[in-house]
């Protein structure tokens, strides 16, 4: 009896656990309001249903979403991933669309690197700002917010860059084995960012130059180099992104292309339990933070929420995912019903947030 | 030898350091509007400076707001959108026929309480403000189209007064009641930072958190202040943006969140908390102001290289005061 | 004394964190007048229950009644209120902020609301210059050393007006005199009815003080006795619950042969080393297998040079040369690259990262000096991990805690073995047993010497000036943030030389801003 | 520090008028026309123009507008990012002696005599005219006819016009039933996740109403991916007339295009000159507009200029 209830306590102890609950409760939501929400069918060999577009649609916001708990672990934050989403889809687009033949995959290929490169670039100039001149994080990334939407405009002068090519469209409306390829491709990059972190010593010292830099390098840790790497990292991971949306549409809109993301991208990593302070980080918990994202937009289309009140619907979903979420809450609320006295009371629980 | 010559670094004209980015700020913001008088001859004209503060007085006062979260170690990114349902919620009411007292008071109550909401919330539920403030950007901006989709214009005769009144010489150089009021706020501000209790306890909470549990200093309800007193200021801001604009519309003052944020780090305040002055934030309100009023008078670019090149001047005020900075330590 | 009603009593108190039961059932109790040392090893629980006692933490069970009205604070800052006022383990003041703010923070002069700044300064001056500190006020206090803060923090509390004053370990961060001026302060506090508590590890200093000594041990009240009853071996085999045999037999400790060390080439030599505005050029070599201890006062500038050793601090004047060639040490990755380790006193902000756990705050300079590519098998940080928690006791056990939740004494534990583990050949202890229980420091000591035995070069910074004559063969004094001499350490020096050569010389306590 | 400093040289003393625009961004291909449209019409009359993109911002337009007061330019003219609030600026402007031209989206302003012109298109009228276009299209359609709307920014002028004017102009067939309504911001990718959603929730959707181009660009993605043939399965109406836009129409993917030009430039040049000469001006000017079906788009492909 107690057993199962440390068990159960265990479970919904786990950070993941509400946002789980939450993303959970949306989709039954959207059941209930349309029975059809949750059936995928097969069409033309691919499935098709809402739930692939929720995974589909997600699939960008989780690869920024991964390379900002990066940043965030080592206590910055990355404004101008949206930007960069916007210029690395715009040189893509502009080099595809200059070639003769737009489906030649070696021109595709030559444009993904082209947009790679660049984001190299870009997220080098923020590394350089944050961990070598030692500006700000959220201003040094608020310059090329600012001005990588110019860049990006500079690059399609203006103008929505359409183009036709199939290999490129491949990266956002692709299908491998029936299912979008840009899940895929968001699962193999977040795959790749988990074993750099995880499997080598990345991980860790990432979360001890965002607890602790100072203790960070007098225990011989390159803080500065780490600090680069994340921005890059960010960068480069907010580029194909950038790809996936623009290829989504066929089409590079220097001005709309990841348009908010970085805002979005946020709210999921501490959806998913990462502290916006620095320090641990969660990979899983962010992929599940963009999905219950993304699961929240499409909810407010698929419901047919009248456009004037579905940001008072989002703010009151977050709100909520984020009060149950929070140990404090739970805590008043455990209070409040009288089965359980020996549970720690709200105050102690906040409480115990000063060390010894 | 004299111990002197080891104490902690001092200048010899004896700048102590917290003072060194607010300085480097000034002085770089002279330069700039120096450059501007060099460059375009219409700089010079003292209008130019006094319109700097009347396009800017609702930002200024927004900004005095948000130096009070940051230096608890906070962040507010409802304030654009409190600004902008502040703005609405005026012109609807005044629409509908309400007196304009009564819609001032109601407009000034309205963002302290979704402050006081936020504040709560951040505190007693420890959840980290940035997320809980953003919900608020949702939830105020969601209030702005539920009022209404389209922008409504302000007729009354209060508001018209207070929005073209000229102080000053109304054919020469005057500014708007707007940059008196925001004045006022900017004094009382740097008044309750620098002689009250409240303000050194956000010092205090921005410098250490736990420590100024232990000290004894009511943590809780410095935390939850700050966010009222944000919300006062962006409600204030909102009231002086429909004065300035004599309307509301609900998608005013997009983005306006992170221009306050830029104005208050430009102007030496710490993100992490604990330093800064709200003298600081308004230099980082001119120098945005001087920005654009650089680009305006230029004329010459063309829409992305105006994002670009205002991106560049930034970055070369921020690197600047940055050398400025690092040398006079 | 049992005829007086006790200002404060504290029945039954149990206090659980997750997976720690840090106070079980504990009782105590404090008279007015009196000054009551409060012992127990690391982790004992005396800061829990302290902190439980201001309300910081919300106890699961018992009863706390001050001046006879059960209480049950919810913060310090209700404490205060009720006359109980705090000097926490750890100095918890705001670095941001200048002295006289921190002293009068919260209860600043004012007239109609207004802080008066002239006022409060002249106050905070008055009253540091009763512990006999003369520093500048306005400055803020992060650019003073721990030792000041620790005096600040002291002042602080003894200027509230208060019924109970706690004080946590006040005294590891300051040095003999410094004490002296506390201990004074204690006692007219007491003489005037105010009831002390009073945390440390430093046994000389209760037998020079406390009335009374409630014993904890592992959460449990272990007992309550007069000073004067209790003999010291008998107050330490209480609080470790054995036998103690350790403390004993490091005296016996041999002194090796200094000429034969010295004669082989020196591991480290700093020639003419200094930094403008932080320490006097200075010159010091170390042998392998060599204790040098560093003696000084206060801020005489020994943090410095560990820190220029180190590369923590870069050097602008002199050069270092390891192994007889030359070395730059500009940085702590090139003196880690050069085998030397150093252990900060200020574990909290340049020490550990609180938020990860004991296992990777151990490992953290093992694996940053392998690169981050290369990651030190599971298994092997486990067996390492193990074996050090094992060797310097950690409690609780479990490497997977976050450090955090460690008590004081432990987490510096956990900062020794992260440099252990690196196999150092020269290693710099600033204050390594600043805070750690008798039993455990004696077991630092042990393993000092060990270490030096076996061919490892020590830097040993220690305000405890017996610890450094122990331990050291040679020591270097410092004076005013200068080298002033060397003594070899053989039976011709004692204590009281060495503290004749520290105070050859006026003291100053200059702060940043000359007097 | 932004270079071109000739440009800083105090107008009106050379005998060449200085106009002075302020533009409301560059939010869209549309927007860049107009923008470039302005551009080209200034140097081909021989003004001197002072440009300015206010980034969406009604508050930079309004430092702007101050700031060409200042500068003492000729004329002022801009596209006001919303429609109220202007009253105090342009008194300033009026006080100073400087004409104001208003282009592309209309102030709300009691006063009129605080700007002398409006050149621009109707957004009611466009969305009007797609309404009608659509009330002819299904007068035989028996049944219900279901139709999806995909709104612009919520709370955006052409997007509120845009739906007012369609909802006027379907009223008169009752039959026309909007099912369905969400914004996709004016882009693409908007257009496309909304349009997906619609498809799912909807099994008939006869009629995608869009208040732009690149919304039915988007959506149509979105309706090839769900197995329907835009065009036929879905009748297309949008607004605008881009050239991506006309080309789908051309394909026969869109069914219906209301014109809504940028190419603004020319006549503002006029009304500049005329203003400045003293000639009296009509208040409103509406752009020669027109609309698009696949035959005319056809036809007037090869000629578009945006
Ligand atoms: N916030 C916390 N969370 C979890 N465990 C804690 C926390 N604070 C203290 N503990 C645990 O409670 C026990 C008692 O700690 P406490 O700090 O009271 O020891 P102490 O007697 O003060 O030791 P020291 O002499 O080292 O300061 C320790 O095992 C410690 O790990
Ligand atoms: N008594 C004092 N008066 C004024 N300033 C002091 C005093 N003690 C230390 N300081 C400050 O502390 C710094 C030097 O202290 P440092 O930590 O180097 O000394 P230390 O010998 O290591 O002392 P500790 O015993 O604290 O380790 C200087 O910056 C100085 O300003
Ligand atoms: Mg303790
Ligand atoms: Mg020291």
Same mark, same amino acid.
């Given at each position: 009896m107690s057993n199962s209830k440390a068990r159960w306590d265990a479970v919904t102890g786990h950070s993941l656990f509400w946002p789980a609950v939450a993303l959970l409760a949306l989709l039954v939501a959207n059941t209930i309001y349309r029975?059809?929400?949750l059936t995928v069918e097969m069409k033309d060999g691919h499935l098709y249903g809402s739930l692939v577009d929720i995974l589909r649609l997600a699939a960008p916001l989780i690869l920024v979403g991964l390379g900002m708990t990066l940043v965030i672990a080592t206590g910055g934050i990355d404004l101008s991933v949206g930007s960069m989403c916007a210029i690395s889809g715009a040189i893509a687009c502009l080099h595809i669309s200059q070639q003769?033949?737009?489906?030649a995959l070696s021109g595709v290929l030559v444009a993904l690197a082209l947009g790679i490169g660049l984001s190299l670039l870009l997220g080098a100039w923020n590394g350089a700002l944050v961990s070598?001149? +030692?500006?700000?994080p959220i201003i040094a990334t608020l310059i090329l917010m600012v001005a990588g939407r110019g860049l990006a405009q500079l690059i399609t002068e203006g103008q929505i860059i359409t183009i036709n090519s199939e290999p490129y469209k491949s990266v956002g409306v692709g299908y491998l084995l029936t299912l979008p390829l840009a899940i895929f491709i968001a699962a193999g990059v977040a795959l790749l960012v988990a074993a750099v972190t995880r499997r080598t010593a990345l991980g860790m010292i990432i979360e001890a130059v965002g607890g602790n830099a100072e203790a960070s390098r007098l225990a011989g840790i390159r803080s500065a180099r780490i600090t680069f790497l994340v921005y890059v990292i960010s960068a480069v991971c907010a580029s194909i992104a950038g790809f996936m949306v623009t290829a989504n549409v066929s089409s590079a809109d220097g001005n709309a292309a990841g348009l908010w993301i970085e805002l979005d991208a946020i709210l999921a990593v501490v959806i998913g339990?990462?502290?916006?302070?620095? +320090?641990r980080f969660s990979l899983s918990g962010t992929i599940l933070g963009a999905l219950l994202i993304q699961t929240l937009t499409t909810t407010v289309y698929a419901m047919n929420i009248s456009p004037q009140t579905s940001l008072l619907f989002k703010a009151v979903v977050v709100i909520i995912v984020c009060l149950v979420q929070a140990p404090a809450f739970r805590a008043r609320f455990a209070r409040?019903?009288?089965?359980?006295?020996?549970a720690p009371t709200a105050a102690d629980q906040s409480k115990e947030q000063v060390p010894a | 030898m004299t111990t002197s010559s080891l104490t902690p670094a001092r200048d010899w004209w004896r700048i102590?350091?917290?003072y060194v980015p607010v300085l480097a700020t000034l002085t770089l913001l002279l330069v700039m509007y120096g450059i501007g008088v060099s460059q375009y001859?219409?700089?010079?004209?003292?209008q130019v400076v006094f319109n700097v503060f009347i396009d800017n007085g609702f930002l200024l006062v927004v900004a005095v707001g948000m130096t009070f979260v940051i230096l608890t170690g906070g962040i507010d990114l409802s304030v654009g959108s409190v600004v902008a349902m502040t703005a609405m919620m005026s012109a609807s009411l005044l629409r509908s026929g309400m007196h304009p007292a009564a819609v001032l008071v109601i407009a000034l109550l309205v963002g302290p309480t979704l402050g006081l909401l936020m504040g709560c919330v951040i505190h007693?539920?420890?959840?980290q403000p940035f997320i809980v403030t953003l919900a608020g950007m949702f939830f105020a901006r969601g209030m702005c189209t539920f009022i209404s989709d389209s922008s409504i214009p302000i007729t009354d005769p209060f508001w018209t007064t207070m929005a073209q009144e000229r102080i000053g010489d109304p054919k020469g150089t005057f500014v708007s009641t707007s940059v008196l009021i925001a004045l006022v706020v900017v004094l009382v501000g740097a008044f309750v930072l620098a002689y009250t209790r409240l303000g050194r306890n956000v010092y205090a909470l921005g410098g250490n958190q736990q420590s100024a549990l232990l000290m004894g200093l009511p943590v809780g309800r410095t935390k939850v202040a700050v966010y009222v007193i944000s919300g006062l200021c962006s409600a204030i801001g909102g009231i002086l943006l429909s004065f300035y604009t004599l309307s509301g519309a609900p998608?005013?003052?997009?983005?306006m969140e992170l221009d306050v944020i830029a104005a208050v780090v430009i102007g030496?305040?710490?993100?992490?908390?604990g330093s800064g002055y709200v003298f600081g934030t308004v230099l980082g309100v001119l120098v945005l102001g001087v920005i654009k009023t650089l680009i305006t008078f230029d004329g010459s670019l063309n829409s992305w290289w105006t994002k670009i090149v205002i991106g560049g001047l930034l970055f070369a005020f921020i690197l600047l005061q940055r050398l400025i900075g690092i040398r006079k330590k | 004394m049992s005829g007086r009603q006790p200002v404060l009593t504290m029945t039954a108190i149990s206090k659980s964190f997750p997976g720690v039961r840090?106070?079980?059932?504990v009782d105590f109790r404090l008279f007015p007048g009196e000054v009551h040392a409060l012992m127990g090893e690391n982790g004992a629980g005396k800061s829990t229950l302290i902190k439980v006692l201001t309300g910081v933490y919300a106890h699961d069970a018992g009863d706390i009644e001050l001046a006879g009205q059960q209480v049950s604070f919810t913060g310090p800052m209700q404490a205060a209120a009720a006359g109980v006022s705090t000097v926490y383990q750890?100095?918890?003041?705001?670095?941001?902020?200048s002295v006289a703010e921190n002293i009068f923070i919260g209860r600043e002069p004012r007239t109609l609301g207004a802080i008066r700044w002239g006022e409060m300064r002249r106050r905070a001056r008055d009253l540091l210059a009763r512990l006999d500190l003369h520093i500048d006020?306005?400055?803020?206090?992060?650019?003073?050393?721990l030792a000041v803060q620790q005096m600040v923090a002291i002042a602080r509390a003894i200027d509230i007006q208060a019924r109970v004053l706690i004080l946590d370990e006040?005294?590891?961060?300051?040095?003999a005199t410094e004490v002296e001026q506390l201990f004074r302060i204690m006692r007219q506090l007491r003489d005037e009815g105010i009831a002390i508590i009073f945390v440390t590890h430093f046994l000389d200093q209760v037998y020079g003080i406390a009335d009374r000594i409630t014993v904890l041990r592992n959460g449990r009240l272990v007992g309550e006795y007069p000073t004067a009853e209790l003999p010291q071996l008998a107050l330490v085999e209480k609080m470790i619950g054995k036998e103690l045999d350790v403390l004993e037999s490091l005296d016996e400790q041999s002194k090796r042969d200094l000429a034969a060390l010295e004669?082989?080439?020196?591991f480290l030599q700093a020639e003419e080393l200094g930094r403008r505005g932080s320490v006097a050029p200075f010159s010091l070599t170390i042998h392998a297998g060599e204790v040098v201890g560093l003696a000084g006062?206060?801020?005489?500038g020994r943090t410095e040079v560990a820190r220029l050793l180190f590369g923590a601090d870069r050097a602008d004047h002199g050069r270092t040369a390891v192994d007889g060639k030359p070395a730059s040490l500009r940085n702590p990755i090139a003196a880690i690259g050069h085998d030397i380790a150093f252990c900060s006193e200020n574990r909290r902000t340049e020490g550990?990262?609180?938020?990860?756990?004991v296992r990777e705050n151990i490992i953290l300079a093992m694996q940053a000096a392998r690169g981050w590519?290369?990651?030190?098998?599971r298994r092997r940080q486990d067996e390492l991990v193990d074996k050090y928690v094992k060797a310097l006791s950690i409690?609780?056990?479990?490497?997977?805690?976050?450090?955090?939740?460690?008590?004081g004494g432990n987490q510096q534990k956990v900062l020794l073995a992260r440099w252990l583990i690196t196999e150092p050949r020269l290693l710099i202890l600033d204050?390594?047993?600043?805070?750690?229980d008798v039993g455990a420091k004696a077991e630092i000591q042990k393993l000092v010497v060990q270490l030096s035995d076996g061919g490892m070069a020590v830097l040993f910074i220690s305000a405890e000036l017996e610890e450094v004559l122990r331990l050291s063969h040679k020591i270097a004094v410092m004076r005013d943030r200068q080298l002033v001499t060397e003594l070899a350490?053989?039976?011709?020096?004692?204590a009281d030389r060495v503290m004749q050569t520290i105070a050859s010389g006026t003291r100053h306590h200059e702060g940043p801003e000359v007097a | 520090a932004c270079g071109n400093s000739d440009t800083g040289e105090q107008p009106a003393d050379d005998g060449k008028l200085t106009l002075g625009f302020s533009q409301?961004?560059?939010?869209s291909g549309w927007r860049t026309a107009n923008t470039n449209s302005i551009k080209e019409s200034a140097k081909e009359a021989g003004i001197e123009l002072k440009f300015d993109d206010a980034q969406g911002k009604q508050e930079n337009q309004i430092t702007a507008i101050r700031n060409y007061i200042q500068q003492k330019v000729d004329v002022i003219a801009f596209s006001p990012?919303?429609?109220?609030?202007w009253d105090t600026v342009l008194k300033e402007a009026k006080d100073a002696g400087i004409p104001v031209i208003l282009t592309d989206r209309a102030v709300d302003s009691?006063?009129?005599?605080?700007?002398?012109t409006f050149i621009g298109s109707d957004f009611v009228k466009e969305g009007k005219l797609s309404g009608e276009w659509l009330v002819n299209e299904t007068k035989s359609a028996t049944g219900v006819v279901n139709i999806v709307e995909l709104q612009?920014?919520?709370?955006?002028a052409p997007a509120n016009d845009r739906k007012k004017g369609f909802a006027e102009a379907i009223?008169?067939?009752?039959?026309?039933?909007?099912i369905a309504s969400q914004t996709g911001d004016f882009t693409r990718a908007g257009g496309k996740a909304v349009m997906e959603q619609f498809l799912k929730a909807n099994p008939k959707i006869d009629v995608l109403f869009a208040h732009n181009d690149d919304m039915g660009l988007g959506a149509l993605e979105a309706i090839t991916a769900a197995g329907k043939v835009p065009g036929k399965d879905i009748k297309i109406i949008t607004i605008d007339a881009v050239k991506d836009g006309m080309q789908a129409l051309a394909d026969g993917k869109f069914n219906f295009i209301a014109e809504c030009s940028p190419l603004l430039g020319p006549q503002l040049m006029e009304m500049v000159k005329k203003v400045k000469a003293g000639e009296t001006i009509p208040q409103r000017i509406e752009t020669v507009e027109t609309t698009f079906t696949p035959e005319q788009a056809k036809a007037a492909l090869p000629t578009r200029k945006y």
């Open positions: 029975p059809g929400f003769p033949d737009q489906n070598i001149i +030692g500006i700000q339990g990462t502290s916006l302070a620095g +320090g409040r019903r009288p089965v359980a006295p020996a | 102590p350091q917290r001859r219409a700089f010079s004209n003292i007693f539920f420890d959840i998608l005013i003052a997009v983005g030496g305040t710490v993100l992490t908390g | 840090a106070l079980d059932g750890e100095v918890n003041l705001c670095a941001n902020l006020v306005t400055q803020l206090l992060g650019t003073y050393s006040p005294t590891s961060s300051l040095d004669a082989s080439t020196p006062l206060l801020g005489s550990l990262v609180g938020e990860l756990s590519l290369r990651p030190i098998p409690r609780p056990a479990d490497p997977e805690t976050p450090v955090r939740n460690l008590s204050e390594p047993t600043r805070g750690i350490n053989d039976h011709t020096v004692d | 409301v961004g560059a939010e990012v919303v429609e109220s609030g009691a006063d009129k005599s605080l700007y002398k612009g920014t919520t709370g955006s009223a008169a067939n009752p039959n026309l039933k909007v």
